[in-house]
């Protein structure tokens, strides 16, 4: 195990895979919003009215969509902490990186749900 108190973390190959992990997730979550974008900008029911998010199905997939990729991202980093820590290396990089996911989840929703409910 891996003595918490040194703090001897530094680790390049795991930060290179902890970045490399979140710059996909991130990547993944931009491409789903812009499938939900051009998904509701093609709707019949949105054609017709000139508004993008016109109805609540348009507003969820935009909303939801983006925001269950990061949380699945961020757990996802959570379980690579704990298995890091069970083999006794460098793991607080890998909570970084589910920390970091987080924040981004919780901005996207709160900027989302304010613009989606005005």
Known sequence: MVNDVEKRW???QTFRRAATYVLSINAAAAFVFAAAVIWTANRSSCSDSGTLLCDTDAKTAVLLA???ILLL???GAFIETYREWR???PWPIWQGAGWFLFMVMLVYVSIGGTA???
Do not use: F
Request: aromatic content about 0%; glycine content about 20%; charged content about 25%.
């Open 87 to 89: 083999r006794g290396k």
């Open 66 to 68: 983006p925001t269950v």
């Open 10 to 12: 530094r680790d390049p």
């Open 73 to 75: 991202g961020g757990i």
């Open 116 to 118: 989606i409910a005005s």
